[in-house]
């Protein structure tokens, strides 16, 4: 595979977010007493939380639900599938983790180390669908910046992956043409489809070595499998 520009995902394929949303609630937990709401396990709080987040951001990539939608209804959803009824939900909770989540600066594994060797041999890029303040700070936090010449967050464009206007965007702001160009990302749906309906090669990362849809040409179950491949 021949390229001179690549370009990545930043949450789920960078950006630990599952660990460091982990982190997050863990510490909310506490300070919020969720045990005296009746939610005994914090575990289990963070099981339905993923689940209902992970769902919800399908929907945003998609352009099926806003922002403020996913906002709203993520810990909204999570608190009640735990039982506890909308008018005790603790206020400001969604706010704080918001605020908190994006400073933790959890990588996946060897993240620092394939970027680095990758921007030595390529021009690198990021496209993000997440949300501008927390992408900056998530960033600039996790020294990530100094690897990619570009940075498009999908909310400056007004358009999320997998919509082709946004890797059209992207290629046109990085100066490179698709057939020189590979994205590579964690969301089937938004990062690889959304590639390759545009025309651009793909790497799916699969870290948890899920089942891969038969149009799914290249995968990789760690970062630094990039060295060896690209």
């Given amino acids: 595979m021949k390229y001179n520009h690549i370009f990545f995902d930043l949450d789920h394929t960078i950006w630990d ?20 709401l009746g939610i005994s396990c914090v575990n289990t709080f963070i099981q339905k939380y993923t689940y209902h987040n992970h769902s919800l ?39 704080l983790y918001v605020r908190t989540c994006p400073t933790k600066t959890n990588l996946f594994p060897k993240a620092h180390e394939t970027l680095s060797y990758l921007s030595g041999k390529y021009k690198l ?10 992408a900056n700070t998530k960033i ?3 020294d990530l910046g100094k690897y990619f010449d570009t940075i498009v967050i999908s909310e400056n464009v007004g358009v999320n992956k997998p919509h082709s206007r946004i890797f059209e965007y992207a290629l046109a702001g990085a100066g490179a043409v698709k057939e020189k160009s590979v994205m590579i990302g964690d969301s089937i749906e938004a990062d690889i489809r959304g590639a390759m309906g545009y025309g651009m090669d793909a790497i799916f990362f699969n870290p948890g070595k899920l089942a891969v849809p038969d149009d799914v040409k290249w995968q990789i179950n760690h970062l630094e499998d990039l060295i060896g491949m690209l």
């Fill in 125 to 134: 890029h990021l496209i993000t669908n997440g949300f501008r303040e927390q």
């Fill in 17 to 36: 977010f599952d660990k460091n949303a982990q982190e997050t609630l863990q510490e909310l937990y506490l300070s919020y007493s969720l045990k005296e």
């Fill in 57 to 95: 951001w399908s929907s945003y990539h998609l352009g099926h639900i806003t922002k403020e939608q996913l906002r709203e209804a993520r810990f909204k959803n999570t608190f009640e599938d735990m039982g506890v009824c909308g008018d005790l939900i603790p206020e400001g909770f969604e706010d």
């Fill in 140 to 142: 600039e936090l996790s």
